[in-house]
Nanobody
Framework: HVQLVESGGGLVQPGGSLRLSCAAS????????MGWFRQAPGKERVFVAY????????GHANSVRGRFTISRDNAKNTGYLQMNRLKPEDTAVYYC????????????????WGQGTQVTVSS
């Protein structure tokens, strides 16, 4: 079992930056792929980015490619989502998740989820 806790969300102006963190419990974090998803009010949870267990392979949604970067530090049992040039449409609750395997864009692929952190982009 893996417990995940997101942090780093908040209110930011358009064009600003935030870095989200996902702290994992247990010693098996390095064996899981990790993903970031987001959910806006009244909408489905959607894929943002994933990274495989050894951080060699990553994938980003078209809507964030070039602005967001996923990374991880297995020694610290922590994953990250660096978000630059934020837009109002990036406003959502952001979730991290982990699963066995190479990573996926699918919500149902992941085994464990955090509780989420709110990101609001507004002037």
């Amino acid at each position: 079992h893996v417990q995940l806790v997101e942090s780093g969300g908040g209110l930011v102006q358009p064009g600003g930056s935030l870095r989200l963190s996902c702290a994992a419990s247990g010693r098996s974090f390095s064996t899981y792929a990790m993903g970031w998803f987001r959910q806006a009010p009244g909408k489905e949870r959607v894929f943002v980015a994933y990274i495989n267990a050894c951080a060699v392979n990553t994938g980003h949604a078209n809507s964030v490619r070039g602005r967001f970067t996923i990374s991880r530090d297995n020694a610290k049992n922590t994953g990250y989502l660096q978000m630059n040039r934020l837009k109002p449409e990036d406003t959502a609750v952001y979730y991290c998740a982990v699963g066995r395997g190479g990573g996926s864009m699918g919500v149902g692929w992941y085994d464990y989820w955090g509780q989420g952190t709110q990101v609001t982009v507004s002037s």
